[in-house]
């Protein structure tokens, strides 16, 4: 017999596969196997082991396998009865946030029951070696669409996250004037990355749709690509289907993926985008001719679209096609083969993401520097004992319970003991993978932004780049999950094994920890439903009497009208209301100043006419309670993340006796003020605006002098924190 078919089948050997294609004999250690397990027979799949290596069916291969005696299975396995357990799942997330709407404490219960129900039955199917592919590559879909109509569900009306309603002001903008890039008083660099307003509001004027109901469509339709680009991308790495599933399922337990990967906001459009961009070329690697030529136009089409979509997953983006590249090299320089690496698609993206930042989007470099600023400033502070750790789960106003506590750090263990088991795989059996190694280089970046999460500046960085980290861990934990098990007995103490069904069963419950765990990292415990109003809470401050009040001010005051109100109600007034809220310093002095001070005195009225303020908005409910989120107003108002006590109310009520402010509206909660500076002139001589020496300079108007002056800046800055200053002084 030759030596290259299966002593137990004689079915020609192909490549170079552990297993037999019909058998599953393992050719390394001469164990035969019994037939494939049958599909139907449970969600547990066989009692064997869960396989380093799949049965040939459900591998990546060019070749056909030769028929089988056995009966064919059918292709959907499980899938059906698995979807009506997710669309249970959501009714009783449905009926959990129904019930926090109304203030009713078991409402929680239906939460965590609802998630759990949708997310472990489907891991418990994605680990059983009887699934197919077609059953995998459908499990890990109706997962992700099912989060996202979970997190749909949160709101189902409108929209209330942060970056919703910024983006829904640049929406609305494009909507009413036809034009692109109008600035926005929300977010400054919104408008210069308009990919999901476009296809938004082309998306309604042909539907006939409101713009909420075209924006969920949309990010629904993006979510429904990104679990099946992820599944392509780690089955073309890891040659397995069953790792693919595994490592989507990981992927959907980083922090991000349940609300901020959902919500309307131009990176949830974007990120779909860059997976199914890097799962084209990795499909493009092996492809000629017409197949080729078809496969980089589809990549160039997603690298232009992301690009004038999303600027950090632009940079990511082309951060891992550069590290494509450079990994490639390496490996070819110890004498490896791999694959070529796309080094036209990352040529590519360098000029498309220069000429954008040149044409557009000018101003990026002066909106995220001061970003990095932050984090840098505050990792130096906490290095240098100048400020404290901030407390996990318990710096924000509300601490979460015990529990939560317990399951959120249980998540991270649970990671940071997988990855060197599948750091150590990865060099074992993928080494020569360019992609496979990069994907184990990104997930030794875990810890580190982890280390983040102890400065309150870098708490949001280290959560906003979990979406990208996430793709290297779920890759390196999957290969860990698959590696190669003993079969029998252990050779070192003789003690048999546990059975395999109990390690599946103990790896799901680990998965929904790690699942569960995630949301409770990622997000604060104020907003894990809907519920009544509480004070500077980011989505639970949006109810409908802030709507009520936003809605008369876009319909009764001038639009674009400076005002100066709490964070809550300026993104209502900016989003509904189509008003230009006011933040940060006039002429030195704080806004939110106005607000804290007993009196009206003239500083405050300086700073009024300074700014050119024509309206205040006064929302008396925060002085009901401390904000949630650490500051009322702005993340640096004075006395941020510092309240132990509420605002006075006779702050917020002191305009009602002042001449130079007019009552306009009033909704029992929220009053409206016209502010009066002829009335103000006629008390206050109002001096010239002293000069402000350092943010006196216009603005750069080109990338390179934008990046240049906010170095300087930040370099400064960072030196005055790290209480290094004598350089400055030589």
């Not at 098990?485 to 059975?499: D, Y």
């Amino acid at each position: 017999m030759d030596a290259s078919s299966c002593p137990q089948c004689r079915t020609p050997r192909t490549g170079s596969f552990r297993n037999c294609r019909t058998c599953a004999f393992d050719f390394d250690t001469g164990t035969a196997a019994g037939p494939a397990p049958s599909a139907s027979a449970s969600p547990l799949g066989s009692s064997s082991a869960l396989p380093s290596q799949e049965p040939s069916s459900e591998r990546l291969s060019t070749s056909q396998a030769p028929p089988s005696a056995e009966a064919p299975r059918l292709p959907l396995g499980w899938l059906p009865a698995l979807t009506a357990l997710v669309a249970t799942g959501l009714l009783l997330l449905a009926a959990g946030d129904t019930a926090a709407r109304g203030g009713d404490p078991g409402a929680e219960v239906l939460f965590w029951v609802g998630l759990v129900l949708i997310f472990a039955p489907v891991a418990l199917r994605l680990l059983s070696r009887g699934a197919t592919r077609t059953e995998r590559l459908g499990l890990v879909t109706v997962l992700g669409f099912g989060l996202y109509v979970a997190k749909v569900l949160y709101s189902p009306t409108g929209f209330t996250f942060h970056d919703e309603l910024a983006t829904l002001r640049v929406v609305e903008d494009i909507a009413r004037s036809g034009h692109l890039f109008m600035p926005s008083p929300l977010v400054r660099i919104y408008p210069v990355y308009p990919g999901l307003e476009i296809v938004t509001t082309a998306l309604a004027s042909i539907g006939g749709t409101s713009l909420f109901v075209a924006g969920i469509l949309v990010i629904g339709a993006a979510r429904l690509l990104l679990a099946p680009a992820l599944f392509l991308i780690f089955e073309r790495v890891g040659e397995s289907s069953l790792l693919a599933g595994i490592a989507t399922a990981v992927y959907m337990c980083n922090p991000s993926f349940l609300f901020f990967d959902g919500q309307y906001a131009y990176e949830s459009l974007a990120l779909p985008m860059a997976t199914l961009l890097l799962a084209v070329a990795l499909r493009r690697e092996g492809a000629t001719g017409a197949t080729r030529r078809r496969l980089t136009l589809v990549a160039l089409i997603l690298i232009v679209g992301i690009v004038v979509t999303h600027h950090m997953t632009a940079f990511a983006m082309l951060a891992f096609l550069v590290g494509w590249v450079v990994v490639r090299g390496l490996l070819r320089w110890r004498g490896a083969t791999p694959p070529p690496a796309p080094i036209d698609l990352a040529a590519f993206t360098v000029v498309a993401i220069g000429t954008w930042l040149a044409l557009v989007a000018s101003g990026f470099f002066a909106y995220i520097l001061p970003v990095i600023e932050a984090v840098v400033v505050g990792v130096l502070q906490f290095l240098s004992g100048q400020s404290a750790a901030k407390i996990p789960f318990a710096s924000t106003g509300q601490s979460s319970a015990i529990w939560q506590e317990v399951v959120g750090y249980a998540s991270v263990g649970l990671i940071l003991i997988a990855l060197p088991f599948g750091l150590w795989q990865v060099w074992r059996r993928h080494r020569t993978n360019p992609v496979a190694v990069l994907l184990g280089l990104i997930a030794m970046s875990y810890p580190g932004t982890l280390a983040l999460r102890l400065t309150q500046a870098s708490t949001e960085t280290s959560s906003r780049s979990s979406e990208f980290v996430f793709l290297g861990v779920a890759f390196v934990v999957a290969v860990a999950l698959t590696r190669p098990l003993p079969r029998r007995r252990s050779a070192l103490t003789g003690i048999r094994r546990i059975p395999r069904h109990v390690q599946r069963v103990v790896l799901v419950g680990a998965g929904a920890m790690m699942f569960v765990g995630g949301i409770i990292v990622g997000w604060p415990p104020y907003e894990l439903q809907p519920g009544p109003y509480q004070v500077a809470a980011d989505s639970r401050s949006i109810d409908a009497t802030g709507i009520e009040a936003a809605l008369w001010a876009g319909a009764h005051l001038p639009p674009s009208s400076r005002l100066l109100t709490d964070g809550a109600n300026g993104l209502l007034m900016g989003s509904y209301g189509h008003q230009d809220p006011v933040t940060g310093l006039a002429d030195g002095y704080p806004l939110a100043n106005v607000f804290f001070s007993a009196t009206l005195g003239p500083l405050e009225l300086t700073a009024l006419q300074y700014d050119k303020i024509a309206y205040l908005v006064v929302d008396h409910r925060l002085a009901t309670g401390v904000p949630l989120t650490g500051s009322y107003f702005e993340g640096d108002e004075p006395g941020a993340f510092q309240w132990r006590i509420p605002i006075a109310l006779a702050a917020l009520t002191k305009f009602d006796l002042e001449r130079t402010m007019s009552w306009i509206y009033d909704n029992g909660t929220i009053v409206i003020y016209r502010y009066d500076p002829v009335a103000a002139s006629a008390t206050l001589v109002v001096t010239p605006a002293r000069p402000i020496k350092a943010t006196g300079r216009p603005l750069p108007s080109s990338p390179a002098g934008g990046f240049v002056a906010g170095a300087r800046v930040l370099l400064y800055r960072v030196v005055d924190a790290s209480g290094w200053r004598g350089w400055r002084q030589r």
